[in-house]
């Protein structure tokens, strides 16, 4: 009787307004607002007025959540039960077992952990394998032992729930499948190369406590605390001195690994020895020079460094003076773990090792890799396809959804309110209960049909952001026109082809700049449907004669397309027609990717493999791929990747310099 009392609330809402502002949506988005505020009283004087709204279990938990701390346990309660099956029911029940794992209530948190179904809070899955530990002991010990090593490395900060589970395990001397100080330890390293002080600090507590004061001298001067006298071989003395190398690493590569050389490698152990070699190969390699090989040379296991040094050992191989080191790559990737020697980008370039090194029985496990990854869902994968003497054409769609599953994504309550929360400015709110709705059903998630049902209800809505992304999880049905949408079509190709620039690669762009969200904004002030920065948008205005333009203009659609577009030609034309170092100026500045083009020429796969950030070296590689599938859509032909890719290096001596204006 909830669900249909919540589904005709829904109708009725969206029959009468439409998705437009209806009588109770200012008193949504004024709660909303005393949420972010903290203002309870506001809250709870304003949570009547709103029962009955479609939103009403957004309003009811903003009201709860903001108590939280003092709420009864009869009140939590009361609100799973009103609000059951919902987004809010699941997300005030994470809250809620944060807030039993802080207290460390084990009973009432144990109790209510089963009823938990997002199960995508790291601290609450940590602390609920601690308290398996605490009850009665795990079925298999070395399984959760492994589960909670996995989840504090790859924890951000110190939260409790991870480190409490860490610790209590370390703590455990006796108990099976347990962990160990060296667990701490390599936490600590982790930490200190991220730059997590809490963390590190956390993870050294553990186990040392007495080093802590020893930690804040490495941490404010490494230099200092390696000049001094080696006294004792002892493990905590050889870990700070680890702590302090990595340290040193980040700011002075050369100076750590002079130091790892003449002075401290001989009172580490081996295992020691290679993670600090690791940590200056990685940092080597990321800047200009090939020295990167000749540290990770120094590494006597491959199996001792992390997945992220060996990735960095990959791509410095790929970029030496002296071509590929195909050995390099294919003793790195072999050394990785499982899950990362899955990674696409890995077996690709595992596949080219294998085919480099030549002989009958490489060529078969390379063509066999290849096939493994082959197809147009992303950048190596359409790699991949390419080496099979493929090119990229668009899939066939799958069959029309019928109007029995059109309906059933209609009368989905959590994809409903999502949709109509996104309608009235609350789009964070509505993608978070959209990706539940789309993520979770008592049997464990939608199948690939109501995936694309609710795809198309949200292509339908031209909420496009959930369109792609909710289309982009089915595995074997590909829809492409629900992954590569091309909303305003005749704006963007209109403008494109006025000043000489390739549809395909904006569409490739806007797609993954903004998802096609008129009035995104990004954290650092970028606007509109191709993100164009306030300062870049003043400076390209004036280059392309746009007379009387202002900020406020920026999401207006057909003045960002001119701005976005206009500067995207500039950037293209400066780095002679590159996409690829187009699309990491776009992303990074363009400064960085001149200096990023110096040294040793690539192939431009090679080169987007190496760009230093993560977010642009992601970006570059979906932005060409994106390009590659919208080409073939537009054109209606097969077309290459690679050829979209070429090679990179310095400017050829007869260039002329590049423009030192551009923003």
Known sequence: ?????ILTLIAAALSSAAYGQSKGDDLVLEMQQAFAQANRQKLTQLLPRVRGHVLEPWAAYWELRA??????????????????????????RNDWLLLLGQRRDWTNFAAEHPRYRMNDDREVRCYALLVEHLRQGPAEPAALANEVRRLWFAQRDADDGCTQAASRLIGDTQGPGRMTAIDAWRKARLAMEANRPRALAAAVGMVAPQALAQLAEINKSPTRFLAGRVTAVLQTRREMTVLALIKLAISDVDGAAQLLEDKWGPQLSSEERDWVWGVI????????????????????RDQDLTDDMLAWKVRAALRTARGPQWAAVLQAVNAMSDEARGNPAW????????????????????????????????FYEQLALEELGQKISVPQRPAPLTAEEMQAARANPNLTRALYAIAIGLRPEGVRE??????????GGMAERELLAAAQWACEREVWDRCINTSERTKSQFDVEQRFPMPFRESVVRRSREINLDPAYVYGLIRQESRFIMNARSHVGASGLMQVMPATARWTARKIGLNGFSI??????????????????????DFEGSMALAAAAYNAGPGRPRNWRNGTAVEAAAWAENVPFNETRDYVKKVLSNTTMYAAILTGEPQSLKARLG???????NRPEPSRELP
């Open 1 to 5: 009787m909830k669900l249909l009392r």
């Open 552 to 573: 406020d203009q920026l999401n207006d659609r057909d003045t960002n397309i001119a701005i976005g577009t206009g500067y995207l030609k500039l950037v293209l034309d």
């Open 647 to 653: 090679t990179i290096g310095p400017r050829e001596a």
């Open 434 to 443: 959209w990706n539940y709705g789309t993520n979770l059903a008592q049997a």
């Open 281 to 300: 190969g990685k940092q080597a390699a990321q800047r200009p020079g090939n020295e990167a090989l000749t540290y990770y040379a120094k590494v006597t």
């Open 347 to 378: 077996v690709y370039w595992k596949a080219r090792a294998m085919l480099a090194q030549g002989g009958d029985t490489r060529r078969s496990e390379a063509q066999r890799l290849f096939e493994s990854i082959a197809s147009v869902r992303g």
């Open 67 to 92: 108590r939280l701390d003092t709420a009864s346990t009869q009140e939590v309660q009361e609100f799973f039960s009103r609000y059951s099956g919902s987004y809010q029911e699941d997300r005030l």
